[in-house]
């Protein structure tokens, strides 16, 4: 039987994982084996909403070994480590940190990305990062502790007037705005769970973007309307700030002053893993993906195939497709219509990359630009933009658990989030 590996379960993976089983291994046509680190999927634009709160990963993670059993794929806990071309093998270190080799016939390489840190002195010892799940849950216990810390300061008068929690994210992407504008709101849930000298005034948040604006990916205007509303929240948007270092006490910028730190947070850049540079001899780019050809297989073996953040697509453009969870989502169903192609001896289909817009969250409300084929732009903002961001989260889940599954996971999602903060904050001494 054609043994078909998957190794990572975020946006593309499991969605592939998920629909080859329904295809090939609920027909005995082939054994599908999908392989994370993790035991459970997160959907990984929402890792800032894990960060603060907003997001239970309790009700919303989807995990992988009960996703398998409905849909007819195994599921191997473990990290991927390197790659035998020439004995078709992987080799993981398994959830019993044991080095383990997996055969395989066919496969494919979905592990995301990692944030680049470019070399910055002091950034990997100082800062916190937000690539996966476990990252968010150490960050929101960060945070949690130190806003826990902070109160009991308030609570022996020890603090000043212009003494402040500082938070300062490094990166004006979507992550970082995102997760920014999250964190006012998190102090003043924390202040409604009995903390109530507790209060989004005793937060100074700085965004700082190396470029001349944050969300490069946004039209000008748009970019620069999200930038007024986070400066009317008292979040300070720093552009054109070059990051030098980071050391225990803040970021040093090329030129300025020093911005100081109780909390750095370091969202720029996206890089694959760095293990995965030229791993096995496969080609790859300067940020470690490997480069596919226009059938997202790798460039030097066709039995293997490459989707998601990880994997290096040029375009007709002359660039590659962006590392977005919507351009994981489309490689996904490419490489599924081209792995059952590839078994029936059939043309492969060429991947091409569609922008649909992008939206970014700002807690209770929402821009960007949705892109309506044959029709250009459509800018949105307000409620209507951020039940656009639900529905695409929705929309994900519906594609790995129905639409029933999806109102069940959205309901008990909702009920558990009543309660969470409570349940959170009133353990903190």
Known sequence: MIRIIIIGGGAGGLELATDLG??????????????????????????????????????????????????????????????????????????????????????????????????????????IFL????????????LIAKFASFCSIIDENQTKDEDKIRIAIVGGGATGIELASELPHMVETFGACGRNKMCSD?????VIEATDRILPALPE??????????????????????????????????????????????TAGVKAPDFLKEIAGLESSRSNQLVVKPTLQTTRDDNIFVIG??????????????????????????????????????????????????????????????????????NVKGFFALMIHRLLYRMHQASLLGIVKTIRFAKASKEMYKNKFASIFTHQD
């Open 22 to 127: 329904d295809k090939l291994g609920k027909g005995n046509q082939a054994e599908i084996t999908l392989i994370d680190k993790n035991s459970y999927h997160i959907w990984k634009p929402l890792l800032h909403e894990v960060a603060t709160g907003v997001l239970n990963e309790q009700a919303d993670r989807i995990d992988y070994t009960a996703q398998g059993q409905q849909h007819a794929f195994q599921f191997i806990q473990g990290a991927f480590t390197t790659l035998n071309r020439e004995e078709k093998q992987v080799i993981i270190n398994n959830s019993n940190d044991e080095f383990v080799s997996v055969p395989y016939d066919i496969l494919v390489v979905a592990i995301g990305s990692t944030s680049n840190d470019f070399g910055t002195p002091g950034v990997k010892e100082h800062c």
């Open 131 to 142: 690539d996966d799940q476990n990252a968010a849950i150490r960050l929101r216990e960060t």
């Open 202 to 206: 005793l937060l100074d948040v700085s």
């Open 221 to 266: 205007k748009t970019a620069l309307s999200i930038t007024k509303t986070l400066q009317q929240r008292g979040i300070h948007v720093l552009t054109k700030t070059m990051i030098t270092k980071a050391e225990s006490d803040g970021f040093y910028p090329k030129e300025g002053n020093t911005i100081n730190a109780d909390i750095m947070i370091w």
């Open 309 to 378: 953040d990880c994997a290096y697509a040029m375009q007709d453009s002359g660039k590659a497709s962006p590392a977005t969870a919507q351009a994981a989502h489309q490689m996904a169903k490419i490489c599924y219509e081209n792995i059952i192609n590839k078994l029936n001896n059939k043309p492969m289909k060429s991947f091409k990359y569609t922008d649909n817009g992008t939206i970014i969250s700002l807690h209770d409300t929402a821009q960007g630009v949705v892109k309506i084929a044959g029709k250009g732009e459509m």
